[in-house]
């Protein structure tokens, strides 16, 4: 498929992981379907930014550790991963507690991002 | 226009499975068409043939099921997410060694590709969710 | 083409209501289904809210406000009624479509 | 059972009805239970209150009146009614808004109520 | 002490379920009983005998099955919740002219007098939901 | 005996933990888990507010804090740490057990 013709697509996370599934399956979506050969994004905003807290240790829940998968999002070949700052700032998270360097965006240049999409998949 | 829907959310605890079976059964009376209705999350528990419902209440996996028959809607129950969750066709119970399966008619087993495929040939994708 | 946002949570109890209101670009259309119609009441801190929206179009689904016992009258200024029809007008007529959950 | 053995149950409703189930599976329980000789009240407040409102018209979603079973409930030998007067005013309604007159309480008042139960019952 | 627990929600798409789990296993080794389970809403999901799960995750279901072996919880589906979403033991399925049943083996199907009675009868009834 | 308060979802996210201080009397217990845990980091609104919540004893779940990548140090004060053990200790110290769901 031709770069023209490649749609945008968004996986927007704006939950909290381990309180429910809805952020580790939409990861488990993202990585199956990030080899279709269209422009992938993910964006972190409201409480979706707690899924890049680093030392997550859900052993004692024996649950997967979701903070895993977040990091292997590096391995995808993503258009982008994007982080609202305005997200972070409300909960007092700094860029450096978190397990991968996203692309830390105002909430201003998200809204744009967002509108520029051909799909948003949220879960 | 070509719609595609995902839905996250099982039937009846949720009113995401009824608002996106409205959605679908409007957008085929004005004409568009519906390629593919994606389950996931607890959307896959939709697809199942056990439900005993009243007389007077709404069955929402038939109704499902009705529009797939008469509109020819793929009805895509995402494999990973229905296994969890014990939403089984016949071939995968026999694959897992289970004595039962209770897939509804009408809907099918499937992978998350085929929510991508859906989302890059509809004209639309809409998701309907908790 | 420009985003349709919408909204199926109650604004007294998610943030979903805020969080779209805050991203929604100017031109951009809210539609309220579900619980979200409760977004659009007079007279509380929500409805003032979307009424001040006025860069958006915002719309209700009729049949999720009759369903909850209410009508027109009850509803802030600037916003438009919509049936399921239409909300499928509304979701050819723009793009992305994007749910706030 | 004598008076004095009676526990306390209170069924608390803080969710609105159709967008999901709580509410009207907690009123199905509530109609099955009522019968079993305990003092039984129930409270509405937060989005609960939006349970109470009148003229609820659900048929073209093909769903089942919920105010009908709100309504029901004043023929339950309950010990209480509740609703809390906060969580009308902030949601813009009026006590004859509503499907039945419970009975009106400023929010500090159900606090007391509802930290005098046995029994608390949340959906 | 006893306790009873409700839980009101499905297992893995919400923790609901793994905290209540968590929860009577600690209260038991601590000798306190946990004279029932009542699970309602979507929590009837819980007593799938369907579920497939990886060998590397937690299985919610048998991990409530083993606890009723093993200290006699009484792990009760609430029938109406269950039938609504499917979820039948043999009995109901014959009664309802299924071809199929669904329940695990350590689950019965209950009514709501149950809750009631366990909340009555136990010291403490502590909810888990959504 | 007082009430012991249970709160599992993001402040953030839903009405649950403020309703729950809205509501909680002096003297009773209020213990934070699942996404609950989230209310109580130190630097956020909702922490503040739990800060000054100071006539009600406060509990965090560790095991479902550490699964989220914190530790006592990201708390505010005044908040005690609990595990499993500790949670089933203040069920049977406390009557009712409300749920905020």
């Given at each position: 498929m031709a770069a023209a013709n490649k749609k945008r697509i968004l996986y927007v996370q704006r939950r909290a992981p381990y309180g429910t599934l809805y952020a580790q399956e939409a990861l488990e979506m993202l990585s199956m379907g990030a080899a279709f050969g269209q422009r992938v994004g993910i964006a972190f905003l409201d409480d979706g930014v707690?899924?890049?807290?680093?030392?997550?240790?859900?052993g004692a829940l024996g649950m997967k550790n979701s903070g895993r998968m977040v990091r292997a999002l590096e391995l995808h070949d993503l258009e982008g991963i994007y982080v609202e700052q305005e997200s972070l700032v409300e909960r007092n998270?700094?860029?450096?507690?978190?397990v991968l360097a996203g692309k830390v965006l105002p909430r201003v240049e998200l809204s744009q991002l967002m509108a520029e999409q051909d799909l948003v998949l949220s879960f | 226009m070509k719609f595609a829907l995902l839905v996250n959310e099982g039937p009846y605890q949720h009113q995401a499975a009824d608002s996106a079976w409205h959605f679908a059964r409007s957008a085929l009376a004005k004409?568009?068409?519906?390629?593919r209705v994606f389950f996931y999350h607890d959307g896959?528990?939709?697809?199942?043939?056990?439900g005993v419902v009243p007389q007077?209440?709404?069955?929402i996996p038939e109704r499902w099921a009705l529009l797939a028959k008469e509109h020819g809607v793929d009805l895509v129950i995402c494999v990973a997410a229905a296994q969890r969750r014990g939403i089984l066709d016949a071939a995968e119970g026999r694959r897992h060694g289970k004595d039962a399966d209770n897939l509804a008619e009408g809907f099918r087993i499937g992978g998350l590709g085929q929510l991508i495929e859906s989302g890059i040939e509809a004209d639309r994708l809409l998701v309907f969710g908790d | 083409m420009s985003t349709l946002h919408l909204i199926n949570k109650s604004p007294f109890e998610k943030d979903a209501f805020d969080s779209c209101l805050r991203h929604a670009l100017p031109g951009s259309a809210v539609l309220l289904i579900e619980d979200g119609i409760?977004?659009?009441?007079?007279?509380t801190a929500p409805g003032d809210c979307l009424e001040q929206a006025t860069e958006q179009q915002r719309y209700v689904l009729v049949e999720d406000l009759r369903a909850r016992g209410?009508?027109?009258?009850?509803l802030v200024t600037g916003v438009q009624l919509v049936d399921y029809d239409g909300f499928v007008d509304l979701a050819v007529a723009h793009e992305p479509v994007q749910s706030w959950l």
């Amino acid at each position: 498929m031709a770069a023209a013709n490649k749609k945008r697509i968004l996986y927007v996370q704006r939950r909290a992981p381990y309180g429910t599934l809805y952020a580790q399956e939409a990861l488990e979506m993202l990585s199956m379907g990030a080899a279709f050969g269209q422009r992938v994004g993910i964006a972190f905003l409201d409480d979706g930014v707690f899924q890049l807290k680093a030392e997550q240790t859900p052993g004692a829940l024996g649950m997967k550790n979701s903070g895993r998968m977040v990091r292997a999002l590096e391995l995808h070949d993503l258009e982008g991963i994007y982080v609202e700052q305005e997200s972070l700032v409300e909960r007092n998270l700094e860029p450096g507690q978190l397990v991968l360097a996203g692309k830390v965006l105002p909430r201003v240049e998200l809204s744009q991002l967002m509108a520029e999409q051909d799909l948003v998949l949220s879960f | 226009m070509k719609f595609a829907l995902l839905v996250n959310e099982g039937p009846y605890q949720h009113q995401a499975a009824d608002s996106a079976w409205h959605f679908a059964r409007s957008a085929l009376a004005k004409g568009h068409g519906i390629s593919r209705v994606f389950f996931y999350h607890d959307g896959v528990y939709n697809g199942t043939r056990l439900g005993v419902v009243p007389q007077d209440e709404r069955h929402i996996p038939e109704r499902w099921a009705l529009l797939a028959k008469e509109h020819g809607v793929d009805l895509v129950i995402c494999v990973a997410a229905a296994q969890r969750r014990g939403i089984l066709d016949a071939a995968e119970g026999r694959r897992h060694g289970k004595d039962a399966d209770n897939l509804a008619e009408g809907f099918r087993i499937g992978g998350l590709g085929q929510l991508i495929e859906s989302g890059i040939e509809a004209d639309r994708l809409l998701v309907f969710g908790d | 083409m420009s985003t349709l946002h919408l909204i199926n949570k109650s604004p007294f109890e998610k943030d979903a209501f805020d969080s779209c209101l805050r991203h929604a670009l100017p031109g951009s259309a809210v539609l309220l289904i579900e619980d979200g119609i409760y977004g659009a009441l007079r007279g509380t801190a929500p409805g003032d809210c979307l009424e001040q929206a006025t860069e958006q179009q915002r719309y209700v689904l009729v049949e999720d406000l009759r369903a909850r016992g209410f009508g027109p009258e009850a509803l802030v200024t600037g916003v438009q009624l919509v049936d399921y029809d239409g909300f499928v007008d509304l979701a050819v007529a723009h793009e992305p479509v994007q749910s706030w959950l």
